[in-house]
């Protein structure tokens, strides 16, 4: 059987000091009419287009990476409540 190239992102593992890999983290916007799925392990970027927002980062986004996505928060319609997930679904 062959393996499969099927890659993770960018994972924490630690730091040098020994604090857990949660310290550090902070609290960004994605647009609610952003279209995009974003993963856990995603580098994310401050979008040029909509000022103050989070997005994917790509080779068309013209800011620098900002940081690797862990998760969100947001509001489910399907359940009709807040709910954390690893991802962001795109609208």
Not at 20 to 49: C, E, H, Q, R
Not at 60 to 82: D, H, I, M, S
Request: glycine residues 10%; hydrophobic residues 40%.
């Amino acid at each position: 059987m062959a393996n499969t190239f099927a890659p993770f992102g960018l994972t924490p593992f630690g730091h040098r000091d020994g604090s857990p890999p949660t310290m550090g983290m902070s609290k960004f916007t994605i647009d609610s009419s952003y279209a995009t799925a974003v993963f856990t392990g995603d580098l994310v970027a401050f979008s040029s287009a909509l000022p103050g927002k989070v997005v994917q980062f790509s080779s068309a986004v013209t800011e620098p990476p900002l940081g690797v996505f862990q998760g969100c928060e947001y509001f489910n319609t399907a359940v009709n409540r807040q709910v954390w997930s690893p991802y962001f679904p795109g609208s």
